[in-house]
């Protein structure tokens, strides 16, 4: 059971835009520490997608796009397309002392 | 741009050791950063199992503290991993990553490509 809740599947037509969200507590996202996403293609390690909430790292096309509030987070894509198709975990810091990941979404581009 | 490499057996024997090396190219260890250690296990999601500094303050899951030692040698540009104690639980791939953060460790970026480990006699 993971800190940090997201829901197991999202899906959306190509051109779409869909929304994930990642729910942790008062002990984690809720303390005010940072939210990070990843994406992992299928059979490839995660790749970092946001960082501190809400930047973007080099070469991410801006049709991705997080937020935070309270504690939860969410992430956006715009304009889906097929090569979207992949795992996105939320990541941020609890304070039992550890990194916690969110269980991930696994994204279905119709 | 650090690029980093996971390296160590792929077939570990139940209550044995398993042991994994992280060499890093393109970036010195020295110059700071954090290194951790994540694994995945089979259609599952992420998880974290600790991370180390150059200077080698480690901080541990502390759900599997009693069993993991994470280890740097500046040296050979390298960040090790001994799990103890191993069960077919620890079947996982195993990455490592350049971690970006202070206190609560940050973000990982780069990953590794992973190395698949299998608990098994």
């Known amino acids: 059971q993971s800190l940090l809740a997201q829901p197991p599947s999202v899906s959306g037509a190509p051109g779409q835009r869909v929304t994930m969200s990642c729910t942790g507590s008062?002990?984690?996202?809720?303390?005010?520490?940072?939210v990070h996403w990843y994406q992992q293609l299928p059979g490839t390690a995660p790749k970092l997608l946001i960082y501190?909430?809400?930047k973007r790292p080099s070469g991410v096309p801006d049709r991705f796009s997080a937020s935070k509030s309270g504690a939860s987070a969410s992430l956006a894509i715009s304009g889906l397309q097929a090569e979207d198709e992949a795992d996105y975990y939320c990541q941020s810091y609890d304070l039992s002392l550890r990194v916690v990941f969110g269980g991930g979404t696994k994204l279905t581009v119709l | 741009q650090a690029q980093l490499r996971e390296s160590g057996p792929g077939l570990v024997k139940p209550s044995e050791t398993l042991s994994l090396t992280c060499s890093v190219s393109g970036f010195s260890i020295s110059t700071g950063y954090y290194w951790g250690w994540i694994r995945q296990s089979p259609g599952k999601g992420l998880e974290w199992i600790g991370s180390i500094f150059y200077s080698g303050v480690a901080h541990y899951n502390p759900s599997l503290r009693s069993r993991v030692t994470v280890s740097v040698d500046t040296s050979k540009n390298q960040i090790s991993l001994n799990l103890r104690s191993v069960t077919a639980a620890d079947t996982a791939i195993f990455y490592c990553?350049?971690?970006?953060?202070?206190?609560?460790?940050?973000?990982?970026?780069?990953w590794g490509q992973g190395v698949q480990v299998t608990v098994s006699s």
């Open positions: 008062g002990s984690n996202i809720g303390a005010g520490y940072d």
């Open positions: 990553a350049k971690s970006h953060g202070g206190n609560d460790l940050g973000w990982f970026d780069p």
């Open positions: 501190a909430n809400n």
